[in-house]
Antibody, heavy 118, light 107 residues
Framework: EVQLVESGGGLVQPGGSLRLSCAASGFTFSSSWMHWVRQAPGKGLVWVSRISTDASITSYADSVKGRFTSSRDNAKNTLYLQMNSLRAEDTAVYYCARGRDGGTPDYWGQGTLVTVSS | DIQMTQSPSSLSASVGDRVTITCRAN??????LNWYQHKPGKAPKLLIYAASSLHSGVPSRFSGSGSGTDFTLTVTSLQPEDFATYYCQQTYRIPITFGQGTRLEIK
């Protein structure tokens, strides 16, 4: 069974940093592209980032480019999202998802809440 | 960026009803269109990928159709567990984009 468990969310001040983790199991993590998607309170789903199997390719939404960095440790079956220079508008539940055939996010975690506030 | 527009934004229906949600892209995305179901506090679930392929474990009352710019998600014989928010998503071009969502409520 595919399982994805996010962690690392919490309350952070504007301008601060946070690193999210996503622990994967039940599939061959090293062969799977991975995505981050977020949902602000009361809003819809917004794609944030994706990373290739060997981390050689990363892509980001314009709203986070230059501030967020996706990475992965295939030996630990773990995906990361380093978030710097956080803003109030980054407040959201952050989901990790497996990329089916490199593209379509098919299995998702339950999410971790990030709140950016002073 | 490719803009995805869903209609309606909300929908009231009864158990046993057939409902259809539409999604339109502002440029052709071939068949790179997916549908998700999302309930509060839960992980989003993939229902349909590549416009019309049913994801593993998804009941056959869900179906998808369309190509190019216009797509539909149909749910036949609504069940109580189907009341949720539904999103379309294009994976044709980065950035991946979602529709704004359709909230399906019990009448």
């Amino acid at each position: 069974e595919v399982q994805l468990v996010e962690s690392g969310g919490g309350l952070v001040q504007p301008g601060g940093s946070l690193r999210l983790s996503c622990a994967a199991s039940g599939f061959t993590f090293s062969s799977s592209w991975m995505h981050w998607v977020r949902q602000a309170p009361g809003k819809g789903l917004v794609w944030v980032s994706r990373i290739s199997t060997d981390a050689s390719i990363t892509s980001y939404a314009d709203s986070v480019k230059g501030r967020f960095t996706s990475s992965r440790d295939n030996a630990k079956n773990t995906l990361y999202l380093q978030m710097n220079s956080l803003r109030a508008e980054d407040t959201a539940v952050y989901y990790c998802a497996r990329g089916r055939d490199g593209g379509t996010p098919d299995y998702w975690g339950q999410g971790t809440l990030v709140t950016v506030s002073s | 960026d490719i803009q995805m527009t869903q209609s309606p934004s909300s929908l009231s229906a009864s158990v046993g009803d057939r409902v259809t949600i539409t999604c339109r892209a502002n440029q052709s995305i071939n068949s790179h269109l997916n549908w998700y179901q999302h309930k509060p506090g839960k992980a989003p679930k993939l229902l349909i990928y590549a416009a019309s392929s049913l994801h593993s474990g998804v009941p056959s009352r869900f179906s998808g159709s369309g190509s190019g710019t216009d797509f539909t998600l149909t749910v036949t014989s609504l069940q109580p567990e189907d009341f949720a928010t539904y999103y379309c998503q294009q994976t044709y071009r980065i950035p991946i984009t979602f529709g704004q969502g359709t909230r399906l409520e019990i009448k």
